[in-house]
């Protein structure tokens, strides 16, 4: 059987979750400054990424006044792009 010239599966898998993590870490960054429900932007960030955090945040509970959900879900969802890369034929 001949592979396909791009390995499609591979290529949604790397920047689908790709753009997930890049997600996460642009509204970490704006909750720090404070920009978080104010915009449409992040509002449109906050419902982006809200499926991926609230299950995080409903096991783990912010310690002090440090939010790490986005840090445990940053790790889960990267940890999943490279095992499921790993999985993956070359080729797909």
């Known amino acids: 059987m001949f592979g396909l010239p791009i390995p499609i599966l591979h290529w949604i898998v790397q920047y689908g979750i790709g ?30 990424t809200d499926p991926f955090i609230k299950p995080v945040r409903q096991l783990v509970p912010p310690i002090m006044f440090i939010d790490v959900s986005f840090m445990i ?10 095992l499921l890369l790993q999985a993956l034929p070359p080729t797909w």
């Open 73 to 82: 879900t940053m790790f889960l969802l990267y940890t999943l792009m490279v």
């Open 19 to 48: 753009l997930i993590l890049f997600t996460l870490f642009l509204r970490a960054i704006a909750s720090w400054f404070g920009l978080d429900e104010r915009y449409s932007f992040f509002r449109f960030l906050a419902s982006y």
